[in-house]
């Protein structure tokens, strides 16, 4: 993974840029296009077919629906057509195994577990794909008539493998008619240097820290517990919110807007504010496209509470397919409910302070959900969190949280808006020029010495 950074930032960035603006602007989408396919099929070329099967059957199916609009039933039958293959195409690479290891529990069954490889995306560029089909049939989107420029948004390289997940009707009119220009070009550039060090000076760190105290268990006691999951914490949003300012970047370098995925999560005061704030493009599609379908808010609360839950099941499904998740995603759901019904009046009366501690309380107990796939490992560690017989911190778990505290408060003060206000305050200064440079410059260093001196670089949404 690190070598393939290098090679991505100093070999095959710089080229597909460089070819990208000499190319013909008519000749742009088919140039991203190919590049696309390559950067995908690095790895694992077979998959690349999977990806071209899935955009023709999307390609084809968008065709119909715009064609047989006037019929609403032949047009519904594209639409669930498309909604079917797509989901047996993940549910087939994401959740075979599991779901025979499940039969398998059952008496007097015995199924052969399936064991396949699981394509780098799949859960990214399927959920794009389906917007597509619904986005057309409900006229919300043109159908895309070239094969060419539909292929070039689902295999759009920058946030192909791990989101944002764009929506085909928020970059419809961008695949054929967007201007690249020198401004959003250098913002792209800087809003991806943001990207590139979260991800590699704190979330990488983060990460060594997280497992270096994991690995000590009861020995951590209370506190070093709470500060190991605390370094998972920020671990999750740097790796994951990085990569989406970084392909969020990118895409401004080759003349796109995507959305903002991540608004600050961990300065929420509730629940329903963090997932307002987290993962914002997922939490979108299952609202748009799962929620408000079901009837929403729309029948009744029993109706209401029985929808969250089955998207808040969903929600954590998506993320993989392993118990652990399923549990997390409910666990969410439940919190979202209660404070929907029970708790929203009790909170608000609460200091500000302290419903910030709430948030973060639940949130840090998601995490612990979300990490361990163990169902005993995270009994484990939930035992260490609250069990004060092993002391209040270890003598290991201190020595780490006294080593990575400066990385530890940065960056937990990179987790709000506060240098971002400050940056906004004086950015179109006609002096930053100046440091806005030196800031790329030094990150693109620090970050390559750092690539260059460790082994760990995990990007933890790849495998979801």
Known sequence: MVFSSIIFLFMYLPFVLLVYYIVPRKFRNLFLFIVNLIFYGWGEPIFVLLMLFSTVVDYTHGYFINKFRDNKKIARCFVASAVIINLSLLGFFKYAGFLTETLNVLPFVSLPVIKVPLPIGISFYTFQTMSYSIDVYRGDAPVQKNIINFGTYVSLFPQLIAGPIVRYKDVAYQLEHRRETLEQFTHGVKVFMVGLAKKVLIANQMGVMWDSIRQSGEANGVLGSWIGIAAYTFQIYFDFSGYSDMACGLGNMFGFEFLKNFNYPYISKSITEFWRRWHISLSTWFKEYVYIPLGGNRKGVKRQIFNLLVVWFLTGFWHGAAYNF???GLFYGVILILEKFVLKRFLDRLPGF????????????GWTIFYFEDMGQMMLYFGAMFDFSQGLIGA???SITISYLPLFIAAAVASTPIASKLYSKIKDKGFMWAPDTIYCAA????????????SYNPFLYFRF
Do not use: D, E, G
């Open 326 to 328: 399923i549990l997390w």
């Open 443 to 454: 990150v693109l260093f620090l970050c390559t010495a750092s690539l260059v001196n460790q």
């Open 354 to 365: 302290v419903q910030h501690i709430y948030a973060l309380f639940i949130i840090m107990i």
């Open 396 to 398: 290991k778990a201190l």
